[in-house]
């Protein structure tokens, strides 16, 4: 019988990372300590800020009747449209009255344990620089426009809120049983991906999907695409696509519904059942599903990105 795995209880200060967890190193720059932090968030250009302003008026055109209400409003409470690129110390201060978080300054994409020690301490590390023109429409490395405007509005929301703090807490759970590439798949599918019900309607609420241009016309409108309502077990099983657009989303009723799924659950039992690598392919629907809807799958078997399909 598996061995039952102390929980970290006390995130205060980093917590020593087992020698047995398998992850991928990331080589630290010189000038940062293990938090990773930057000492001050950078400082931005006039060019720059207005690249921010850009992306933030394309995204704002789009956006109404997609997105969901949360992040809506989060925009507006956070003030984001107030001009260039927000400042850390601003929305930090707003963010703390309504939820308790605050956004951090961090170079590039930071090592899991440290990223879900922030989570857990209710501070989000948002990439310190922002793309350029050239890199305008789509870049692999999250920066600040990805980071602040696609996820930061959703932590205004308490239960969201709460929800990502459990998940930075449940990171450490799955690094401690080497199954990270499974709750990446959660976070894939719920933080960066995912939709959810508003009455009859369906809206995202991922900021994978909120910070682009045609994902969320796509995930919520098109034809293509798989939507099926969240089953905590079978979206860790799934895999998924990093740099095109995604043939299977996931529904959950309410941010409740979602804390519920995952937070009052027992994850022992699951990643001792879960295999290292992924069980159903990201277009799959398989017998368990509740489909919402049953896509075509139209993009993905014209060739996706790079083939000229057509996203809607
Ligand atoms: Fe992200």
């Not at 295999?275 to 017998?287: C, E, G, K, L």
């Amino acid at each position: 019988m598996a061995t039952v795995l102390e929980p970290e209880s006390d995130f205060t200060t980093l917590p020593e990372m087992p020698a047995d967890v398998f992850t991928a190193p990331l080589k630290k720059p010189d000038h940062l300590d293990d938090d990773w932090l930057e000492p001050k968030q950078a400082t931005y250009d006039s060019d720059q800020d207005t690249i921010w302003d850009d992306l933030f008026n394309r995204q704002m055109d789009v956006l109404p009747g997609l997105a969901a209400s949360a992040f809506m409003q989060g925009t507006e409470k956070l003030d984001l449209g107030k001009g260039g690129v927000p400042d850390f110390g601003r929305i930090s201060e707003e963010l703390d009255a309504l939820t308790g978080w605050s956004v951090v300054p961090v170079p590039m994409l930071i090592p899991d344990h440290v990223f879900f020690w922030h989570l857990a301490n209710r501070r989000f590390p948002a990439g310190n620089f922002i793309r350029t023109r050239e890199t305008f429409d789509y870049i692999q490395e999250p920066d600040v426009f990805h980071d602040v405007f696609g996820h930061v509005p959703m932590l205004t929301d308490p239960t969201y809120a709460d929800y990502m703090q459990e998940y930075g807490k449940a990171g450490w759970k799955a690094m401690r049983y080497n199954r990270l590439k499974a709750l990446g798949a959660l976070y894939w599918y719920t933080v960066e991906f995912g939709l959810m019900l508003e009455g009859d309607d369906i809206r995202a609420y991922g900021a994978g999907i909120l910070s682009g241009p045609t994902e969320a016309v796509f995930s919520v409108k098109a034809d293509s695409p798989n939507r099926i309502m969240l089953n905590v077990d079978r979206v860790m099983r799934t895999d998924y696509v990093i740099s095109d657009l995604q043939p299977t989303y996931f529904v959950i009723e309410s941010f409740e519904d979602l804390y519920r799924q995952t937070v009052e659950r027992d994850f022992d039992r699951l990643y001792r059942n879960l295999s290292p690598a992924f069980t159903y392919a990201n277009s799959a629907v398989i017998d368990v599903d509740n489909v919402v809807h049953r896509g075509t799958q139209e993009y993905l078997l014209r060739g996706g990105r790079g083939s000229g399909a057509e996203a809607v």
